[in-house]
């Protein structure tokens, strides 16, 4: 028989120092985000599954897990992503005519891991900016997003634009393609050339151009100049020259990071819309930030409006930093007397950690380190350091 301490497949428990770890970058990063105007909202875990979905495409709905309301006997959602209920929130709770900041933090559920390292719980923290189509929001939150990292005590960095109104531009050209867009997109995100290449035959084939342009775009990576090959090897579509401006626009404020394009980095077909970014730093394996345009998933809530941001996962995120150490705190002996006990709410009134033993307990405690202890002295109680 199973233990019933073991957990599912791809998730675990929170330890005293990871958990006081994420709870603190949690609590610096909400600030952080409230420094740039951006105001913070909780929705719920469980939602409808239609309107969690809500213009996410067929890669939400893979990683959502799904169950029966008891009271309605409607399909329920246990959110994958919190980013479609902001959303929401935007266009049908607030229905602001402006431009609307919003931030959040909540955990997040995939019905299978997104690789062979991931978890199926997420902690996701982000922000989304509602109301600006122009370059001016993709920065905010470019720079809002290194800003996260770097408060985290990663440093160096390197971010990865890419755009996907480029992509989706060479696929609204060819009928073909559009039937095939989420196959295109995956083979894509693996740059897969051997698998784009196929597109080519069949029944179903893509047109010679298309399937060519394709094939460019995973070997159209690496530095700014990037942006002129690209203009040289792909076709001169409207959307595509519009998207290699957009980028370059975007690259000419960018000076603070080291900065590459992956023309490849597309996202998800129905979901991104223009801009999409990725930020890597050596210690993890793959990206840890994310984010990117979306104009066209609020359409599904009945009110179209420019849409921008990025999400991170706090607990991958912390999982690649250097581990914590113990807190400095006070030992206080056992007792109730009087005098004692307002010298304990004294000094953690003033932010000290303080723990006062039982009578004959034997403290261990991975998290805090203590230096200090509360001795009587002279009738007073006074805090010593621990030699």
């Given amino acids: 028989m199973k233990g019933n301490w073991l957990l599912p497949e791809s998730l675990a428990d929170m330890l005293p120092a990871e958990a006081r770890r994420i709870e603190d970058l949690r609590r610096i990063l909400l600030d952080s985000f409230r420094t740039y105007g951006f105001e913070l909202v909780a929705p719920p875990l469980v939602e409808y599954i239609e309107s969690l979905l809500s213009g996410t495409g067929s890669d939400l709905n893979l990683r959502t897990s799904k169950l029966v309301d008891q009271l309605s006997g409607r399909t329920l959602g246990i959110r994958a992503d919190m980013t479609p209920q902001v959303t929401r929130i935007d266009a049908h709770l607030l229905n602001r005519l402006g431009v609307t900041r919003l931030c959040y933090c909540g955990p997040v559920l995939h019905a299978r891991p997104a690789g062979l390292l991931a978890n199926r719980e997420l902690l996701q923290i982000g922000a989304e900016i509602y109301g600006h189509a122009g370059f001016e929001a993709d920065l905010e939150i470019i720079h809002l997003a290194l800003d996260s990292v770097r408060l985290a005590g990663v440093q160096t960095l390197r971010l990865d634009l890419c755009h996907a109104g480029l992509v989706r531009s060479l696929i609204e050209t060819d009928p073909k393609a559009v039937s095939r867009a989420d196959e295109i997109m995956a083979l894509l995100r693996d740059k897969d050339l051997p698998g784009l290449t196929q597109l080519g035959t069949g029944s179903d084939a893509l047109l010679p151009a298309t399937v060519g342009a394709l094939v460019r775009l995973p070997q159209l990576y690496g530095d700014l100049t990037v942006l002129e090959r690209a203009r040289k090897e792909l076709p001169r579509l ?139 002295l002279d009738g007073q109680w006074v805090v010593q350091q621990v030699l």
């Avoid at 980028?247 to 023309?263: F, K, N, R, T």
């Avoid at 077909?269 to 990725?278: A, C, D, P, Q």
């Fill in 238 to 376: 409207p959307g595509v020259v519009a998207a290699l401006d957009t980028l370059e626009h975007l690259l000419g404020a960018l000076d603070d990071v080291s900065v590459g394009i992956d023309l490849a980095d597309v996202g998800t077909y129905g979901y991104h819309s223009g801009v999409t970014f990725s930020v890597y730093a050596q210690g993890w394996h793959d990206a840890i930030v994310q984010g990117g345009r979306y104009d066209d998933v609020s359409r599904a809530f009945g009110r179209a409006r420019p849409a921008t941001g990025f999400s991170l996962d706090l607990r991958k995120l912390v999982d690649g930093l250097v581990p914590a150490r113990p807190a400095p705190a006070i030992r206080a002996p056992a007792g109730q007397d009087a005098a004692l006990r307002q010298a304990i709410y004294a000094l953690r009134q003033t932010g000290n950690i303080v723990v006062q033993v039982f009578p004959g307990e034997v403290a261990t405690h991975d998290e805090f380190m203590f230096d200090r202890q509360l001795v009587l």
